[in-house]
């Protein structure tokens, strides 16, 4: 007859999901100049989101307006985030606003966006997670042996001279 084992599980640690949400988000950024005050800029933003809801696509309107040329040949896109990716003005927006929906003109460290969140997702980083530890840990190992190595060198390498005060 086999054997009947009941196991009760009172902890766990390490080795389960890290789920981390993650955005995928486009953005138009307009920056307020010498020719177009902040007003102007709000105004333009509310403009093209009302564009947007019209009918007009959000890919074509940020190739043409937004002056984020990093993501602008994109159509605004900026890919899946993380937290801690953007700056916090700009997660917040993220965060609050439901799929598909254009933000309100908001103002970040680089100027005024309307955003939309066009997808979001929940991601199991454990692997990425557990590797980067990992490598972390690696890192200061090997870190702790060339500082060990490199003062010893320093200390061979030394020459003190220690003279007695001359008496008079």
């Known amino acids: 007859m086999p054997a009947i084992h009941l196991i009760k599980l009172y902890e766990r640690r390490g080795g389960g999901e890290q789920l981390i949400e993650q955005h995928f988000a486009?953005?138009?950024l307009i920056k307020p100049n010498e020719i177009r005050d902040e007003e102007t800029t709000i105004s333009q933003l509310n403009e093209l989101r009302d564009r947007v809801a019209g009918g007009e696509d959000f890919a074509l309107l940020a190739k043409e307006f937004s002056e984020d040329l990093?993501?602008?040949?994109?159509g605004g896109e900026l890919g899946w985030s993380?937290?801690?990716m953007f700056v916090p003005a700009f997660e917040q927006t993220m965060n609050s606003i439901e799929l598909e929906e254009i933000s309100a003109p908001f103002l970040s460290q680089f100027g005024w966006h309307i955003l939309q969140v066009?997808?979001?997702r929940n991601q199991d980083f454990s692997d990425?997670?557990?590797?980067?530890?990992a490598e972390n840990l690696l890192r200061q190992r090997k870190y702790e042996e060339e500082l060990q190595v490199?003062?010893?060198e320093i200390r061979?390498?030394?020459f003190v001279e220690i003279k007695e005060p001359k008496k008079s």
């Open 150 to 152: 490199w003062l010893q």
């Open 118 to 120: 066009t997808e979001r």
């Open 70 to 74: 990093g993501s602008a040949l994109n």
């Open 128 to 133: 990425k997670i557990m590797r980067n530890n």
């Open 26 to 28: 486009r953005h138009i």
């Open 156 to 158: 061979d390498e030394a």
């Open 82 to 84: 993380t937290p801690g």
